[in-house]
């Protein structure tokens, strides 16, 4: 069966987006320079790198030997932003991009085919950038799926606005069998896969600051084991801190590309 349509696991452990749908299944950072974003990361979260079977282009971080995240260093092939990206799982890219031109979004790159899949870099209608990906998940996903090394939050004009959006393109709470589940809490939208918590929805952010950390994104949070000495390391290597307390701190690398460091409890 077609490893790009076909069914979402084989015998040899291989997972597919039919089996995940519309939850995140991986996020990447868009890069100028490989061997630079490579060093910075390496110092401030201790990551280690594979060749991904993306191509040349592209690197897994890996941390205690488990995928983490990766790098696609086509910013400037593809004119694009430096910036971290979640990616979302779905089981046909060109319906995904249909959905988000019909919504109001924008499409900046894509569907692309690569050898294991399909990807498309979309935008929400309040400008948020994200993802998607129909085919092969990234070797090793279940362990990523599994170690839960990273969490995303959208953060925009209006939560729930934002929610129909989304599950109107990724099959949100659609009742097809498998499909993630939109929970309402305290303000947020909450989303489940398999039971988890995988991704949140904040309102609060304006469409035209000067400031871009305060206008709709969606924020990559990693977790660490101590937020001090990544800080640290962050700035002495040319990143920026644009907010820092014990628990947490929101970073920039070299490149302009935001993430946060979070303090993994227990």
């Known amino acids: 069966m077609n490893h790009v349509t076909g069914q979402p696991r084989t015998a040899t452990g291989d997972v597919f987006t039919p089996s995940v749908f519309g939850a995140p299944c991986w996020v990447?950072?868009?890069?100028?320079?490989?061997?630079?974003?490579?060093e910075f990361y390496t110092t401030v979260l201790g990551w280690r790198w594979r060749i991904a079977r993306l191509g040349d282009h592209f690197r897994t971080a890996l941390a205690d030997g488990v995928p983490v995240a990766g790098i696609a260093a086509v910013a400037s092939m593809w004119q694009m932003a430096?910036?971290?990206?979640?990616?979302?799982?779905?089981?046909?890219?060109?319906?995904?991009?249909?959905r988000v031109r019909e919504r109001g979004g924008t499409v900046a790159v894509g569907p692309i085919s690569f050898l294991p899949g399909?990807?498309?870099?979309?935008?929400?209608?309040?400008?948020?950038?994200?993802?998607?990906?129909?085919?092969?998940?990234?070797t090793e996903w279940e362990a990523w799926r599994r170690a839960a090394s990273s969490f995303i939050t959208l953060h925009t004009r209006d939560a729930f606005d934002a929610a129909i959006f989304y599950g109107e393109v990724l099959d949100w709470a659609s009742g097809r069998p498998g499909c993630c589940e939109v929970e309402y809490a305290a303000g947020q939208v909450l989303l489940r896969s398999r039971g988890g918590i995988v991704?949140?929805?904040?309102?609060?952010?304006?469409?035209?600051?000067?400031?871009?950390?305060v206008r709709p994104h969606w924020q990559v949070h990693f977790?660490?084991?101590?937020?001090?000495?990544?800080?640290?390391?962050?700035?002495?290597?040319?990143?920026?801190?644009?907010?820092?307390?014990?628990r947490e701190a929101v970073l920039r690398d070299p490149d302009g590309a935001q993430f946060t460091v979070t303090l993994r409890r227990g």
Request: charged share 25%; proline share 6%.
């Open 223 to 246: 977790f660490v084991g101590d937020v001090e000495p990544c800080v640290r390391a962050a700035e002495k290597h040319g990143g920026s801190v644009l907010a820092e307390d014990e």
């Open 199 to 213: 991704a949140r929805i904040e309102s609060g952010s304006v469409e035209t600051p000067p400031d871009p950390s």
């Open 118 to 138: 399909r990807a498309a870099l979309l935008a929400d209608r309040d400008g948020a950038t994200f993802g998607i990906w129909q085919g092969k998940l990234v």
């Open 28 to 38: 990447s950072l868009t890069s100028r320079d490989l061997d630079a974003t490579q």
């Open 82 to 98: 430096v910036s971290w990206t979640p990616y979302f799982a779905v089981t046909d890219a060109d319906e995904a991009v249909a």
